[in-house]
């Protein structure tokens, strides 16, 4: 028995290689696609990391804008009586504020 198996693998040592070569390639490819570093899970990050910098671009303006907004308020008195006039309601002296029912406080 133990001949028999010995000599079919010598006389198709080449089919055994070329066997034993596709196993393990697709063993490695298998592992490279669905691994967890591979390239499903590369892709499902590269999306969440252009997700994030987007969200960290949009923040960076807006904290820009808020920072300008708050360099103003330290220096410009209109800035400061604009935001007064808007969120306080407040007037000067002579002036009459004309409210209106159904018009919202945020225009």
Not at 68 to 74: G, S
Request: glycine letters at 6%.
């Amino acid at each position: 028995m133990r001949t028999r198996v010995s000599g079919f693998i010598r006389r198709h040592k080449k089919i055994c290689l070329a066997v034993g070569a596709v196993i393990i390639s697709s063993y490695l490819l298998l592992s490279f696609i669905l691994s967890d570093l591979g390239v499903i899970k590369y892709i499902s990050m590269k999306g969440e990391y252009n997700r994030i910098q987007s969200d960290v671009s949009r923040l960076d303006a807006e904290n820009k804008k808020l920072m300008e907004e708050v360099e103003a308020l330290k220096t410009d008195p209109d800035s400061i009586e604009a935001l007064a006039r808007k969120n306080l309601g407040l007037a000067k002296e002579g002036e009459i504020i004309y409210k209106f029912q159904g018009e919202s406080k945020d225009k």
